[in-house]
């Protein structure tokens, strides 16, 4: 079992719709992180979160420490958002950051 | 201000060649990562480098060797190229273990045939 999971795997949205992806994790960690890869392009960091909440623009990122879960919103989407979103996670312990294999979004116009 | 820069951006080798992908970072960050992304799996960690002079394996190392020249300057070495090292390629830094961010190259997209 991965140390960290994600779903969905791949997400279809119409433009406008309220996007929500998951991570949930089953190691002790220090910070979670969300990144954002584009198609042929680097890894961009979106958030970095050790408890509750961040807003950034249209994106709002959450995490739940006791339930080892954090979720990643994107409000009002477009084309534009469409990219693999990465959630990670900086062990507790140790200089590791392990990685879930990503949700692949695509926005419809 | 230039972060992560890793050459090259793509490279085809064929089996039993030999490369070395470099990574240089100008933040002064003390911690240094290799990974590969392969389809369907997130990125695993090849080797990293909590401080200059020191480096340890990480959960793929086989088949890879790196070298911490410096502070700024990761590298990573393909002695024999194999098509299962197939992948793309990204080097990461960070200040140190905890609550601080990690930046990533751009990555290398390597073809071995």
């Known amino acids: 079992k991965n140390e960290v999971e994600q779903s969905p795997q791949n997400l279809t949205a119409q433009e406008g719709e309220f996007i929500t992806i998951n991570c949930s994790y089953s190691?002790?960690?220090?910070?979670l992180h969300w990144l954002q890869q584009h198609p042929g392009g680097g890894i961009v960091s979106l958030f970095m979160?050790?408890?509750g909440k961040k807003k950034h623009g249209r994106l709002i990122a959450t995490i739940n420490i006791q339930e080892k879960h954090s979720s990643l919103h994107i409000t009002a989407s477009h084309p534009r958002d469409s990219a693999v979103y990465i959630c990670a996670v900086y062990m507790e312990y140790g200089n590791k950051l392990v990685f879930g294999a990503g949700t692949i979004l695509r926005v419809k116009s | 201000n230039a972060g992560v820069t890793q050459t090259p951006k793509f490279q085809v080798l064929k089996t039993g060649q030999s490369m070395t992908l470099q990574c240089a970072q100008d933040?002064?960050?003390?911690?240094m990562y290799w990974y590969r992304q392969d389809p369907g799996m997130g990125l695993r960690l090849i080797y990293y480098?909590?401080?200059?002079?020191?480096?340890d394996k990480g959960e793929v190392p086989n088949g890879y060797n790196v070298s911490r020249l410096n502070k700024r300057e990761f590298s990573l070495r393909l002695e024999s190229a194999a098509p299962s090292q197939t992948s793309v390629y990204f080097c990461?830094?960070?200040?140190?273990?905890?609550?601080?961010?990690?930046?990533f190259g751009q990555g290398t997209r390597l073809t071995v045939v």
């Open positions: 979160l050790s408890s």
């Open positions: 990461a830094s960070r200040v140190k273990s905890g609550r601080n961010l990690a930046f």
């Open positions: 190691v002790g960690i220090s910070a």
């Open positions: 933040m002064n960050h003390n911690s």
């Open positions: 480098s909590a401080s200059e002079g020191t480096t």
